[in-house]
């Protein structure tokens, strides 16, 4: 069975329900269940259409659903008007379902959360992580919003801001989780930034680039992660460095900075410098100060701390990492990390044994896991 197909039509196959009709929520139960059937018939009898049959039956489905929801019997001689059958156009629908999930009707956050799910494919578990609640939080928040737009007819797109914030966590998910979203969430800015002129949409392309330069050197032959300062850097991608570095400045001079051009700039520093020794950190803390203005997020501050510790020394890093809460994700690492700067190797020792048992997936575990056997060997010679 083709899992890669299946989910790349998915897309596709809800925006057919939702303009034939459908409530977002009775569409994605439908198209659930034709993925169901898919995967139980294709292996022996796969379709000429996939796209086609999956609309068919989809329909099929949400038909038998309305049909047996007596409040919804009014609507039935409009719902019985099936599709007619062949060969279904293959246009592209996945930025379009993004901006109709980013409905009115819901607020930014419910929005995000309910297309990360139903289009981006992503877990409760990620998503929560990504908005640093418990998942129980999550899951309540997304079955909130899909009681919110049950119903509702999705004729009011969202805004551009919620969509930017949707490819953004998606791309993050991929890049560094457990599901590899990236390559799609850079091809749907891409085509959002061709359809749109807005400094944002071509901040946050550029900063996509220049983090998917770097991915190859992320990780070693045997899967393990490789810090930014160790990484090789012949093998960034120089091409795509030079283009995110070229649509971040044109998008700067316009003099409308925003959330993703300030990430971009910090990103673009990074990729700048020959050497992580070269790299312009005092520079990269006045990027942080423009990030935390903008977003007030405790992320950017805990980054902002690292970045501090690098340009003033460890313990002005530390010193900022004293003002955030200890809860955060990633605190007790970049305290590791701090920690064996300022030459403390017991603390930093007991700190990355600590991040280790906190890390929200098996690389970074393993790699934190590493990093405190190392300094306890260094202490026992």
């Known amino acids: 069975m083709d899992e890669a197909l299946l989910r790349s039509l998915t897309p596709s196959v809800l925006t057919v329900l939702v303009r034939r009709g459908a409530d977002f929520a009775a569409a994605e139960d439908a198209v659930q269940d ?206 795509l460095i030079a283009e995110g570095v070229g649509i971040l400045q044109a998008a700067l001079a316009r003099d409308r900075l925003g959330e993703f051009q300030a990430q971009a700039a910090v990103a673009a520093l990074h990729a700048d410098a020959p050497t992580a020794e070269e790299t312009d950190w005092v520079q990269i803390v006045e990027w942080y100060d423009e990030l935390a203005r903008l977003t007030d997020s405790p992320v950017v501050r805990l980054n902002r701390a690292v970045a501090v510790g690098e340009a003033d020394g460890p313990r002005a890093g530390l010193a900022a990492l004293a003002a955030l809460d200890a809860s955060l994700p990633r605190h007790t690492a970049v305290a590791a990390y701090l920690h064996e700067r300022d030459g403390d190797l017991a603390t930093a020792a007991r700190l990355y044994a600590e991040a280790a048992h906190r890390a929200p997936n098996l690389a970074e575990r393993a790699h934190l896991t590493r990093q405190a056997a190392r300094l306890n060997a260094c202490r026992s010679r």
């Open 34 to 239: 034709a993925l169901v059937e898919a995967v139980r018939i294709w292996p022996a009898d796969r379709p000429r259409d996939p796209k086609g049959w999956l609309v068919t039956v989809a329909w099929r489905k949400f038909l038998d659903a309305a049909r047996s929801d007596a409040a919804r019997r009014r609507r039935e001689d409009r719902l019985e008007e099936e599709p007619a059958p062949g060969p279904a156009p293959a246009v592209d629908d996945t930025l379009q379902l993004y901006f109709l999930c980013a409905h009115p009707s819901l607020t930014p956050a419910s929005a995000v959360a309910l297309t990360l799910r139903a289009v981006g494919g992503l877990t409760s578990r990620q998503i929560a992580e990504a908005y640093l609640v418990p998942e129980a939080t999550m899951a309540q928040r997304i079955s909130r919003a899909k009681r919110t737009v049950s119903g509702v007819r999705f004729d009011q797109p969202g805004d551009v801001a919620t969509v930017l914030r949707v490819l953004y966590l998606v791309f993050n998910e991929g890049y560094s989780g457990d599901v590899d979203l990236a390559a799609e969430a850079i091809r749907l800015t891409r085509q959002l930034a061709a359809a749109i002129d807005h400094p944002e949409v071509a901040g946050l392309l550029a900063l996509m680039l220049l983090h998917h330069a770097r991915r190859a050197a992320r990780t070693a032959p045997d899967g393990s992660l490789v810090p930014l300062a160790e990484q090789d850097r012949g093998r960034w991608d120089t091409a």
